[in-house]
């Protein structure tokens, strides 16, 4: 019958690229980026966007329970930054960690099944969407107290630093989560000790239903670590190419033992806070704005197009595949069974 | 295949909702992340969005219906190059069966006595001991075993508040910054929450942080850290997120420095899965417990006391002597009345056993040194022998260690019970400045005495 919609007409996608005002006048000229590359940034992107919807349509179904925060619409944040990645680095954030989760190559089956409380998921089903962990592939946490992430990553740092391992610790934070005094703290001791550690700034404009400017005294996150001699960038968080510059500029500063970074990366949450956040605090055309003039995944389908680096038809292959891989995910997350009750005893202490 | 849009659950506890309004039609196109329609729950209005493309094929549920259950189908979306004709047969799909999180009945979480937990797993090993023996004061003895572990240990640092060129707030640290330098003696600034929270996360990546409280009331802005960050990550984590960290310092009354510098949070931590709590007397469980705790892949909680700072006692000098968590210590033998106390109240319950001596009333002193786990059988195989207990404890009465003590002695040891279980604890009011006020207020031998004589009838 019809067509399924597009949100722009195919023919437009070549040329809508006058979206980026202010941050492109601010940002340097486009880095080079390989055709292999974009494609990755747009199918970790895209399989992120996949995954929350999945996730959200699941917790309708009420397989998913408890509070459930989805990433959609921030994605080029943590795809960006982790291009400039090493294999020693580590990371943590907050309970809004499934991208996160998915771009440190956990697996999707195990990121989901712990959604849904099961003994596949990453923490056996005993953690749930917020407090999820990877040794193996650096993830240290979803933590689910709002800012607390930040001394914890401060800390990883610090061991990056004793071992002399090489290693940077990305830390993730809100725009709610900057005010936390805590974070203070950890800015100062990260700035005295010179530690590798680049805290980014998820400024999605919101903090739960407040925003920036109800919450902080001044809005300019990025300078907020001006008072302990950091260096802070502003960066347009909807461009993955953007981002993917800061995170080298901010790396390459720790690498070179310089101390901390700040990224704020303006980026914003489609979704509601959390799923059942009927999101009265903003209106739906401020929404539907964002989505249909800085989509982040519309951005990269657009680069690659005009830089004819893909046609349609194997963008059309990467939808299939990510497709495959997230209701894989899914149907695992539902066939896997829940713990055993002898696993509410297990893992409270490890055996000394 | 076509696809079934369900009602889908907006919140965690919603059954059923309205379906207050449809903002597509039958045969408009959706793409993912459209609105399809608005539900009204009993909190709000929410929109559902689409999460396939396709075309609305059919509206199963009519706005303005209300009491509609979660999971039933409410539209249809018909994929690309389906018609209509694939909809035959769907319209009226039963609603699947709901499958909502397990009943708590079908999880029974407390099929075990409550004390069950707090028990070892396995019996601690035997405490090591050694022939000679050195005197020295708790200060020394602390000072000792975090040298010796951070010898034996190239991931084991101290930090916090003038532990370094200052030498500790209470000398403690004397002379570490000069033995290991400054990158393993790390002086903070005054930041609790920040660097416990940092602490914890240098352990998570691999070293073994002993975080210096310059006192536990300080550690009031870190408890989250402790309980959120510390003790509940390997859980929630499923087993991965080890922290081996010990945070220590005085706990407790020092003395005249009122409230806010005087408090006992021994029961704040015990209550606590995830932790491992201890609490010395002597500088033989100082320097063994110690070590212990810095070797285990745990988070420990070291509560020391300011006054016993100073005190002398015999050290067994093997570098290899350690106490092991877990496992109470018999101080004095006796036969009449089991006195539990520990780390300052353990001199206080030696000092009343004396008295009672002299009156005929033989009491057998249990320095509890655990306090997470908690050594039970050493307490209750003394209880069947004396059939008489005193719990003693600086702390205040209310959910103290004492309530848990007599509680554990009614499950474990009810029958070998002559009297109630006593509690000699602080006085239940925030700490006053005044001398004679503060005296009152701290257990004294006498009023250990007095509790003795009452559960012996005497
Ligand atoms: C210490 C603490 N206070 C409050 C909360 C409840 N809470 C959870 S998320 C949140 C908003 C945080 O907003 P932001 O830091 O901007 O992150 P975002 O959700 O936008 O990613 C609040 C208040 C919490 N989890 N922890
Ligand atoms: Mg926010």
Redesign the pocket.
């Known amino acids: 019958m019809a067509t399924p919609a597009r949100r722009k007409p195919k023919a437009a996608a070549a040329k809508a690229a006058p979206r980026r005002k202010k941050a492109a006048a601010k940002a340097k000229p486009k880095p080079q980026v390989s055709r292999d590359e974009l494609l990755g940034f747009y199918r970790e992107m895209l399989l992120i966007r996949r995954f929350e919807e999945k996730a959200g349509q699941l917790y309708g179904m009420g397989l998913i329970g408890g509070?459930c925060?989805l990433y959609i619409g921030q994605e080029a944040v943590v795809v960006g930054m982790q291009a400039a990645a090493r294999e020693q680095d580590t990371m943590v954030t907050?309970?809004?960690d499934h991208g996160h989760m998915l771009v440190s190559g956990m697996d999707p089956k195990g990121v989901m099944a712990e959604l849904t409380g099961r003994r596949g998921g990453y923490s056996k089903g005993k953690g749930g969407s917020m407090h999820m962990f990877s040794r193996e592939a650096g993830f240290f946490g979803g933590h689910?107290?709002?800012?607390?992430q930040v001394p914890i990553g401060t800390g990883l740092a610090f061991a990056h630093k004793y071992r002399q391992d090489g290693g940077i610790c990305v830390t993730y934070?809100?725009?709610?989560?900057?005010n936390?005094g805590q974070v203070s703290e950890a800015f100062n001791m990260a700035s005295l000790w010179q530690l590798p550690a680049i805290y980014v700034i998820?400024?999605?404009k919101?903090?739960?239903g407040?925003s920036v400017e109800r919450a902080s005294a001044t809005t300019d996150l990025h300078r907020r670590g001006d008072a302990f001699d950091i260096p802070g960038m502003q960066v347009d968080g909807m461009d993955v190419l953007a981002v993917k510059a800061a995170a080298e500029v901010a790396t390459a500063h720790c690498r070179a033992g310089k101390g901390p970074y700040v990224l704020e990366m303006k980026t914003y949450?489609y979704r509601g806070?959390?799923m059942s956040d009927p999101a009265k605090y903003r209106t739906k055309e401020e929404v539907s704005k964002v989505r249909q003039e800085s989509d982040p995944i519309d951005y990269a389908r657009d680069l690659i197009f005009e830089n004819k680096m893909a046609d349609e038809a194997s963008l059309k292959e990467t939808d299939r595949e990510v497709k495959a891989l997230v209701t894989e995910a899914a149907e695992f997350a539902q066939q896997s069974p829940e713990p055993e009750p002898e696993e509410l005893y297990t893992d409270v202490l490890v055996e000394a | 295949m076509p696809i079934q849009v369900l009602m889908p659950a907006l919140s965690p506890t919603m059954t059923e909702g309205k379906l207050a309004k449809w903002l597509k039609n039958e045969g408009d196109a959706v793409s993912a992340g459209d609105a399809l329609c608005e539900i009204e729950t009993d909190k709000a209005t929410m929109e559902v969005e689409a999460v396939d493309e396709g075309t609305l094929g059919k509206i199963l549920v009519a706005e303005g219906v209300e009491g509609v259950a979660v999971n039933t189908p409410i539209a249809v979306i018909l994929a690309e190059g389906e018609d209509a004709s694939a909809l035959q047969g769907m319209a009226a799909a039963p609603a699947p069966a709901q499958q909502a999180a397990p009943e708590a009945d079908t999880v029974a979480p407390v099929t075990v006595p409550a004390s069950a937990p707090t028990a070892p797993a396995t019996p601690p090993e035997e405490e090591t001991t050694s022939a000679n023996t050195v005197t020295q004061t708790v200060r020394e003895a602390l000072r000792d075993a975090m040298a010796e572990e951070m010898h034996r240990d190239e991931s084991v640092f101290l930090m916090g508040e003038e532990v370094g060129q200052y030498q500790g707030a209470y000398k403690i640290s004397q002379g570490l910054l000069d033995e290991f330098g400054a990158r393993r003696v790390v002086d903070t600034p005054i930041t609790e929450h920040g660097f416990a929270g940092l602490g914890v996360g240098a352990a998570f990546g691999g070293l073994r942080p002993i975080v210096e409280f310059m006192t536990f009331n300080f550690a009031m802005q870190a408890i989250?850290h402790i309980i959120n960050s510390a003790s509940k990550t390997l859980y929630m984590s499923g087993g991965q997120m080890g922290c081996p960290i010990v945070f220590r310092g005085p706990n407790g009354a020092a003395a005249r420095v009122a409230a806010q510098h005087s408090q006992c949070y021994a029961s704040w931590y015990a209550h606590c899965p995830g932790l491992k709590v201890v609490s010395p007397y002597s500088a033989a469980d100082a320097k063994g417990l110690l070590k212990s705790a810095i070797r285990d892949p745990n988070p420990v909680i070291f509560l020391e006391n300011e006054i016993l700072y100073g005190s002398s006692f015999e050290v067994p000098d093997d570098p290899d002597f350690t106490v092991p968590i877990g496992r109470a210590k018999i101080e004095r033998a006796g036969g009449d009345v089991t006195i539990t106390a520990f780390s300052l109240m353990v001199e206080a319950a030696l000092q009343a056993a004396e008295s009672l001596a002299a009156e005929g009333i033989e009491a057998e002193v249990v320095n509890l040194r655990s306090l997470r786990p908690f050594d039970t059988d050493t307490v209750v195989q003394s209880v069947q022998k004396t059939n008489r207990m005193v719990s003693v404890e600086e702390g205040w009465p209310a959910a103290g260690i004492g309530s848990e003590l007599a509680a554990q002695m009614m499950e474990h040891a009810f029958d070998h019970l002559d009297a109630p279980v006593a509690r000699v604890t602080g006085t239940d009011v925030p700490m006053p400045y005044a001398a004679n006020l503060e005296q009152l207020t701290i257990p004294r031998p006498d009023n250990i005495v007095a509790a003795a004589k009452a559960v012996c009838y005497r």
């Open positions: 509070f925060h907050s309970y809004r689910g107290i709002v800012a607390a934070l809100g725009d709610g989560a900057i936390q998820e400024n999605n919101y903090g739960m407040t949450r806070h959390s | 989250d």
